[in-house]
């Protein structure tokens, strides 16, 4: 592997702009005056997918073996992922940081903390749910309801058992009162370390915070216990990108971690703008499907950023395509019509897709066929990806039809904009990405919209957070259903991070472990190395 100094040195990163975490990681400060002077010339690339099954669909392969056919060409790239979480780690996806020869590397490091951003982020989340329990506990000079405290507890491993409890329990605990934890990319902090563009952006965002109301109806945030500035303290080093490699030598930037379903799924814009001043061509992964990560990209994040992806790489995969299959295990129709859907969304956001099939050993030439015949119906370029395996000679051909892709001029647009009425926003993404009729809210939604909480929020993008595997609100609603609604459970205020979360059917901020949970597989050798992570 090339040294980090001569590495940084070839992307012309400052001497004093960059610090060493081991032998391969360094923290790359985004916000130094040498970097920001340069101009962000580099055209951004949307790596999305079809709606995938419980594993996934194969993005993160597909866009590290992508960035190393394109660095193996001389292409300056620069590819930006987030930081994995460690709940699906120990749960049932695994690792998220690629595999076979199209990963990141250290993967184990990656996939364990890296740097510990992630843990800066659940501290600074929970140092702000105990200054409201303090304050509580202490005379609650600002009249704050216990019963109408809005910000959770956090933590970065799914546990069922902390969706619903009670705080505060015991003499001289309290006041006691009902809580909850999510998963720390749900955190509102997770949000807003990945769209705040300096230190003081971050401060003020953190102050922004809706933490509850007071018992006359007042709305108060995070400002108001004076709580921003130890949370910012805290994310001082989580706020600068970490720069990494695959092993090809193809620079990757791991920033950030908000899930694609609970939030917007992306990595950080200071690693996109980063990468943009640094590489010619920079690839940028958003999670789940087009109706999730790759819609909230193109309608949320990057209008605060000021972005335009120029070309969309759709990734797909048989075993994903006949996950969807209705009519038995012959039929490839529902899966078809599913891969469809999204490259139709696609083409809502302005731009022509590039469908990238990733190639398994078990997968049938007769089935590999009608996936690239149906593609050459719709006029759709589809490369075979064989990155997995091969790395990023097998990603060569996608390399070119994204090349290409790029060529084309084109820019991305938003399908709504920000300041249209909230259920004109939701319809907009319900009917355009989902293929829906429309949503409807439920009794709690309606009194969350009268109550004032909601206050100035309903004017900013929506983040609309449903299941990845379906397209509508249920997820054994499979292929590409027609005729449905979705129900808005709840609508949750992000002041800090700007945008309103509507929570769609039965979704879950802290995810559970499945039965046989990854976990149990991963242990530690003998000599140090962990072992079992996939």
């Known amino acids: ?25 360094a923290k790359v400060d985004s916000n130094h005056p040498q970097i920001l002077d340069r101009p962000r010339k580099g055209k951004v690339v949307l790596i999305t997918g079809m709606t995938p099954t419980g594993h996934g669909v194969g993005k ?29 780690v120990f749960g049932i996806k695994g690792g998220g940081a690629g595999g076979g020869r199209a990963t990141v590397e250290p993967f ?74 999510v998963i720390t990319p749900a955190s509102e902090v997770t949000a807003i370390l990945g769209l705040a563009e300096s230190p003081k952006d971050l401060t003020d965002r953190l102050g922004r915070i809706l933490i509850g109301k007071s018992r006359a109806g007042r709305i108060l945030r995070a400002s108001d216990l004076k709580a921003e500035g130890a949370m910012a303290a805290i994310l001082r080093k989580a706020i600068r990108p970490n720069l990494l490699t695959t092993p090809e030598g193809a620079p990757v930037l791991v920033h950030g971690g908000p899930f694609g379903n609970l939030s917007y799924g992306t990595t950080t814009l200071r690693s996109i703008h980063l990468a943009q001043r640094l590489a010619d061509v920079v690839l940028v992964e958003a999670g ?38 209705a009519g038995g295990p012959d039929s490839l129709t529902p899966g078809l019509e599913n891969l469809e859907k999204h490259l139709e969304n696609v083409r809502a956001f302005g731009l ?41 000679a097998g990603a060569e051909a996608l390399g070119e039809l994204t090349l290409q892709a790029l060529g084309a001029g084109r820019r991305s647009r938003p399908i709504y904009q920000a300041g249209e009425p909230l259920m004109d926003k939701i319809n907009a993404v319900v009917k355009g990405m989902y293929g829906g009729e429309g949503a409807d809210l439920s009794s709690a939604a309606v009194e969350e919209q009268s109550s004032g909480v909601l206050e100035g929020t309903e004017r900013f993008p929506v983040c609309l957070a449903k299941t990845p595997l379906s397209l509508t609100d249920d997820p054994k609603r499979l292929g590409r259903p027609k005729g449905f609604r979705v129900q808005v459970q709840s609508l949750v205020p992000a002041a800090g991070a700007g945008y309103l979360v509507a929570l769609l059917g039965k979704i879950e901020t802290m995810p559970g472990l499945p039965g046989e949970p990854r976990a149990l597989e991963i242990r530690l050798g003998a000599d140090g190395t962990v072992l079992g992570i996939s």
């Not at 090339?2 to 001497?15: M, Q």
């Not at 990656?110 to 989340?125: E, S, Y």
Request: charged letters at 20%; a negative charge; aromatic letters at 4%.
């Open 1 to 25: 592997m090339e040294p980090l100094d001569s590495l940084l040195e070839r992307l012309t990163v400052p001497p004093d702009a960059w610090e060493p975490f081991g032998r391969r990681v």
């Open 60 to 88: 993160t392969v597909t866009m590290l073996s992508l960035a190393s056919a394109l660095h193996r060409r001389g292409t300056r790239v620069m590819a930006c992922l987030r930081q994995p979480s460690m709940g699906p």
């Open 108 to 181: 184990v490091e990656v996939n364990l903390g890296l740097t510990g951003d992630l843990d800066a982020v659940t501290n600074a989340h929970n140092l702000l749910a105990a200054l409201i329990d303090n304050h509580l506990h202490h005379g609650n000079a600002l009249n704050l309801d216990p019963e109408a405290v809005l910000w959770p507890r956090a933590l970065d491993v799914e546990d069922r058992a902390l969706r619903h409890l009670q705080v505060g329990l015991g003499t001289g605990n309290g006041p006691a009162r009902s809580g909850n934890f």
């Open 288 to 325: 789940f499907g087009t109706d999730l990560g790759g819609e909230k990209f193109v309608d949320l994040v990057a209008p605060q950023g000021d972005l335009a992806p120029a070309a969309a790489v759709v990734v797909a995969s048989v075993p994903g395509i006949r996950a969807h299959s």
């Open 352 to 392: 022509e897709p590039v469908v990238a099939l990733n190639q398994f050993p078990e997968d049938s030439e007769s089935d590999l066929r009608a996936v690239a015949d149906f593609c050459a119906s719709r006029r759709v370029g589809l490369a075979r990806n064989l990155g997995y395996a091969e790395g990023g």
